[in-house]
């Protein structure tokens, strides 16, 4: 009989062999896609000329994928292995990035190509992200969740730190095409580590009737979720957030290089205060949740992320008042968002049952990924006509309204899990 190595009731997550090399392997990719984040918009503008609306069509070929593949994506993860999905995903998306700096190598390099391979690591990123969202669960106790996730959202704070600061140093030495290469390392190095994991997995999740059918199979879990008033408002929040977020983020780089006139280098270092930022968040959450509760801290902290990014708008003047101000914003922005995304995910996680994990998680996937492709375009559009600026501030004010959903909710009660 093969032995369990699952987290033992009272045992940390660090504390387990298991859970750490895909904490390390998670920390190196996280390292490793700040990278390319960062590196593929700069490519297009710096290298190949952009404008809005061709930063809007790589937001849209980084969304468009989890519309067509998202339920699919549940439904598969729920009824297979997760840990291959996690390897297949690294493997698959180093090749694929790899594609851009030899293009560029051999002076090949189009936006075509840049849309192809942000569209494909997106679809390959969905499979991953709840695979891996799903995945953590079969590693640690529910009890332990908290802490995991915590753990995690401190390795991405630190990606967050080192990944802009590395990725501005990389564009400036090697330039965007080439510091991505960098990326796919990192993503090789991240399918090593998960594949020398050794927890067994459920192998065989219970099938009824509702779950045999495929239709009915990929709409379960957003019936699960209509149907728990807890998850419903998260879901709500989170489609807000990615709707004006993503108005954001299209134009975010074109900005700061463009109107504020920042070098990549500088701009790497406005992006590292977030990573500061959501390290400090880390630290702080658990606190915040004995002290406040967990409605309040879930929803103070959406409240206080949205009036972070107003600090992104009023940016301008001299290019230290400008650079303060996008420090500013990405600090507080990470620093109250990482704390949100930590407890709203815990929560998410401790409310579905494991065989049910993945098409929840799908359907987070779907409905924040359509809203997010919507905003995309908007973000596009709406900064060719009436300007980056305007855009902006429309997109912040759609934020300070994310919060709505919870207040209306049970979640504002919630003292705990």
């Given at each position: ?5 699952h ?17 390390l ?22 290298i ?8 809007a ?14 339920l ?21 998306r180093?090749?694929l ?68 600061s590395?990725?501005g ?18 993503y ?20 009824t ?5 495929w ?23 989170e489609a ?17 290089i463009?109107?504020?006139g ?7 270092v406005?992006v ?18 004995r ?10 902290s ?19 008042r400008?650079?303060a101000?996008?420090?500013?914003a990405?600090?507080?922005?990470d ?33 924040t ?24 501030v ?9 919060a709505v ?13």
């Amino acid at each position: 009989m093969q032995k369990k190595r699952h987290l033992q009731q009272g045992q940390q997550p660090w504390q387990h062999n298991d859970f750490r090399k895909l904490w390390l392997g998670q920390a190196i990719s996280e390292v490793g896609s700040r990278i390319s984040r960062e590196g593929i918009p700069l490519t297009a503008v710096m290298i190949l000329g952009a404008g809005p609306l061709s930063m809007a069509w790589l937001r849209v070929a980084a969304t468009a994928p989890v519309l067509l593949l998202g339920l699919v994506a549940g439904v598969l993860i729920d009824r297979l292995r997760r840990r291959p999905f996690l390897i297949a995903a690294d493997i698959l998306r180093a090749l694929l990035l790899l594609t851009i700096p030899a293009a560029a190598l051999f002076s090949l390099l189009h936006l075509w190509l840049l849309l192809v391979v942000t569209g494909c690591t997106s679809a390959l990123a969905l499979f991953f992200e709840v695979a891996y969202q799903s995945y953590v669960p079969s590693l640690v106790t529910r009890e332990a969740l908290p802490d995991a996730n915590s753990k995690l959202g401190f390795s991405a704070s630190v990606a967050e730190v080192l990944g802009p600061s590395v990725t501005g140093g990389l564009v400036q030495v090697f330039t965007a095409p080439f510091a991505i290469a960098f990326d796919a390392l990192s993503y090789l190095i991240s399918a090593l580590l998960v594949w020398q994991i050794r927890t067994p997995e459920i192998q065989q999740r219970q099938m009824t009737p509702e779950t045999t059918h495929w239709l009915r199979n990929m709409t379960h879990g957003l019936r699960v979720i209509i149907r728990d008033p807890y998850l419903a408002a998260l879901l709500a929040t989170e489609a807000m957030l990615a709707l004006f977020g993503s108005m954001i983020g299209p134009l975010y780089t074109l900005f700061a290089i463009r109107t504020l006139g920042l070098s990549p280098a500088l701009f790497g270092v406005t992006v590292t205060m977030g990573g500061i930022g959501a390290l400090a968040g880390v630290a702080v959450s658990a606190r915040l949740i004995r002290r406040f509760g967990l409605g309040v801290t879930l929803i103070g902290s959406l409240q206080a992320f949205a009036l972070a990014t107003l600090l992104i708008p009023l940016a301008g003047g001299p290019l230290w008042r400008a650079v303060a101000c996008l420090m500013g914003a990405q600090f507080f922005g990470d620093f109250t968002g990482v704390i949100y995304e930590v407890h709203g995910l815990t929560l998410r996680q401790m409310r579905v049952s494991d065989d049910m994990l993945g098409r929840v998680n799908a359907g987070f996937q779907l409905t924040t990924a359509t809203l997010a492709l919507i905003g995309g375009l908007l973000g596009g559009l709406s900064g060719e006509w009436f300007g980056i600026r305007p855009t902006l501030v429309i997109a912040v004010c759609g934020l300070c309204g994310s919060a709505v959903w919870m207040l209306a909710s049970p979640i504002r009660r919630l003292r705990s899990y």
